[in-house]
């Protein structure tokens, strides 16, 4: 399960590192310091994505298992 995770999560931390970069760049609030926000935003998705990562390859593996 654990190989499985690893590569859901490499797909899904860059689905949503891209999201919230997207974010970052697209709100006028975070425009001034947009280039000190997006690499906290890259590690942000990334981090969000393994508990997603772990959900998903956890169901795969129980429907797997039927």
């Known amino acids: 399960m654990v190989r499985l995770m690893m590569m859901l999560w ?3 931390g860059t689905v949503f590192a891209g999201v919230a970069i997207m974010v970052v760049l697209a709100v006028p609030a975070f425009a ?3 280039m ?3 690499p906290y935003a890259a590690i942000g998705g990334f981090i ?3 508990p997603v990562a ?3 390859a956890r169901q795969l593996n129980r429907s ?3």
Do not use: E, P, T
């Open 64 to 66: 797997a298992a039927h």
């Open 48 to 50: 969000a994505a393994l």
């Open 32 to 34: 001034g310091h947009a």
């Open 36 to 38: 000190a926000y997006i």
């Open 10 to 12: 490499s797909i899904a």
């Open 54 to 56: 772990y959900v998903v």
